[in-house]
């Protein structure tokens, strides 16, 4: 995800806004670059690879000074990995960095490009600017420019835009992507976050979507983007240089697990087609002939990304109606697999390193099959070998137990799903708008859930953190969540836990049952709600003590469970999108209560590049 800092004041700039960068390095990136303006014109430098590369570049550039810049790190989404698509941006005389996803580039550069401007990359970056230029070339005010601009853009984004004929001024906006502003003394800054900042200034403005701001040596000025001025609204924030580095949170991982409605939010975007009640070809990776031409769908990976794989099991055969097989990566290529022309394999890692997820993608590639890639590291191996690209845009995932990465693996499922039934006319016109409305508003539920949740989860775990073995039932979609509860529990806190489809359960595990032993039981409201219930009443009959994740306002629930947290009632096919947050909370609490190491748990590694 990209990285925006913004520096107007009295200092040289070019180490500010370096170090800025250094300090959003945690967000990943590709290729980075500064803008500068010297009093007199702008001056750019870019350099792929990481800020090492910038600042040889800037060195070479020994006359590069200026006390007005902007610099960015970019992740690459449109158009390759390059310096041409390097960030800023320039149009006649205006430079911009952007972080975000601007949907409607097409059709703009299309007009833009009709219209004679020379449009060097191939970013929507790019698009932005040349509006922005635009507009000013046809006599509007930097300000003014840039707000037209912001008009005719659909998308997400956080800019900062300098002009050539102007040295006295940077101009910021922001809508669904991260935008601060540091105050100083004569001097101002932006930034995508707070530590890009703090350490020149602990007083901040955060910006709200659909604002702009105009940053002057001397002050700032806020407005909405129809130009109404909006009062600026400074808090002091005391972080500690460790504590800012996690925006505030005790570990990565608890960041990390509030930022999946973020994640799924960057995941959707430019995929939905909301008014056609569709998905968006443009980025799904799979052209429609492919899409078309599969007879089975082979989905492979590890861990917690075969656990998303389990509920795309689910989503290929509902939506799809294509014949689905789950394997484990490493048993798959442990075997001579059957598999080629007309199967599809989707490789699903987060890291896109994972070796045994590679190695059986690649078998699967020599015997015929059609390779899909779903990964969170952009340009990694497995992407690279593959034949398609569906990335996920969760973000750098720095907790080494995948949490938000997860939540994004089920979306870019669900979307591929619903993609591929569509191409071979599976799912009806209504499903997918039904489907895609519910898509829509599913951050605004994960947030609910998250917040509303937290404190109660942290009672829950604080009394049974002292449980040796926990076990964790679900049926259905539901199924592959109890599975990577019980992971998310053992791997950071190392409390033995298992997963188990609920159905299994008096197969077996109902002989550990006593009252030492909690059982979580994921109920939400869907066809297989009554049996589950059922099996947690046979639970609480022999002594269980029972946390339940139910729908809101589930009576039965709360009849038999000690413990019940609700989520919101939702198509089912989204249910695992929230069943799955309180149980990352549980685990994360539990462990944190026990004092373990959270985010770099024993033993275990965030890239597994062994067999
Ligand atoms: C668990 C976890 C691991 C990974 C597994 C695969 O929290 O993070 O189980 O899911 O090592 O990694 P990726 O997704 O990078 O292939």
Redesign the pocket.
């Known amino acids: 995800m990209c990285g925006i800092v913004g520096y107007i004041g009295t200092q040289q700039c070019v180490p500010i806004l370096i170090d800025g960068l250094r300090k959003l390095e945690y967000r990943g990136y590709d290729s980075a670059g500064l803008a500068i303006h010297d009093g007199k014109g702008i001056e750019l430098v870019r350099a792929v690879g990481k800020l090492r590369a910038l600042e040889e570049a800037t060195r070479e550039r020994n006359t590069l000074e200026g006390t007005l810049g902007i610099g960015h790190t970019r992740w690459a989404t449109h158009g390759g990995v390059s310096e041409e698509n390097a960030h800023p941006h320039v149009a006649g005389d205006i430079a911009l960095i952007h972080n975000g996803i601007i949907e409607n580039h097409s059709a703009l550069r299309k007009r833009l490009e009709g219209d004679g401007a020379a449009i060097a990359s191939d970013t929507d970056t790019e698009i932005v600017a040349h509006l922005v230029d635009a507009h000013v070339r046809a006599g509007k005010d930097l300000v003014e420019g840039v707000r037209d601009a912001l008009q005719e853009v659909e998308g997400a984004y956080a800019i900062a835009v300098v002009s050539r004929k102007d040295p006295s001024r940077l101009v910021v906006a922001k809508n669904a992507s991260p935008l601060v502003l540091g105050v100083g003394d004569g001097e101002n800054f932006a930034g995508s976050d707070i530590p890009a900042l703090l350490e020149h200034t602990r007083r901040m403005v955060i910006m709200e979507d659909g604002q702009m701001a105009v940053l002057r040596r001397d002050g700032i000025e806020l407005f909405t983007l129809s130009g109404d001025p909006v009062e600026v609204v400074e808090r002091r924030v005391d972080w500690s240089p460790v504590m800012a580095e996690k925006a505030g949170y005790k570990h990565f991982m608890l960041k990390e697990i509030f930022e999946q409605p973020r994640a799924i939010e960057d995941t959707l975007r430019g995929r939905l087609e909301r008014e056609l009640g569709d998905i968006n070809s443009a980025e799904i990776g799979l052209t429609p002939e492919v899409a078309r031409s599969i007879k089975r769908v082979c989905l492979i ?5 075969h656990h998303a794989a389990m509920t795309g099991h689910y989503y290929f055969e509902q939506l799809a109606g294509i014949p689905t097989v789950v394997e484990l990566a490493s048993e798959f290529r442990a075997r001579d697999p059957l598999i080629g022309d007309g199967d599809m394999v989707v490789a699903i ?3 896109g ?2 070796l045994d ?1 590679l190695m059986g993608a690649k078998i699967a590639k020599d015997k015929g099959a059609h390779i899909l890639a779903i990964a969170n590291v952009t340009d990694s191996a497995i992407p690279r070998m593959a034949d398609g690209q569906l990335y996920t845009r969760a973000g750098p995932e720095i907790g ?3 949490t938000k ?1 997860f939540t994004a693996q089920l979306l870019a499922l669900l979307m591929l799903a619903i993609y591929v039934g569509r191409q071979n006319k599976h799912l009806s016109d209504e499903q997918t708008r039904d489907l895609v409305e519910e898509l829509a508003r599913l951050p605004l539920h994960m947030r609910d859930v998250l917040t509303g949740t937290r404190q109660l989860v942290s009672n829950i775990a604080r009394r049974y953190k002292e449980a040796q073995d926990v076990l964790f039932l679900g049926r259905g979609l539901n199924f592959p969540i109890a599975l990577e509860g019980a ?2 529990l053992k ?1 950071i806190s190392y409390v033995h836990a298992e997963g188990y489809a609920a159905g299994e359960m008096k197969h077996g595990p109902i002989a550990l049952i006593d009252a030492s032993v909690p059982v979580v039981v994921l109920l939400p409201k869907d066809s297989y709600r009554d049996k589950s219930l059922g099996n947690l009443q046979e639970a609480k009959a022999r002594g269980g003590r029972m946390i339940v994740v139910a729908s809101e306002g589930d009576e039965d629930a709360h009849a038999t469970a000690d413990e019940v947290v609700e989520v919101p009632v939702v198509n089912e096919l989204l249910a695992p999108f929230l069943t799955v947050l309180p149980l990352q909370l549980y685990a994360y609490y539990v462990a944190d209560m026990k004092g373990t190491d959270v985010d770099q748990p024993r033993n275990l590694a965030k ?2 590049t062994v067999e």
Do not use: H, I
């Open positions: 990976a590890c861990g917690t990304s890692s987060q890291s390193e994972t997820t080494v137990a995948s990465c992971l998310k791997e890239t597994v």
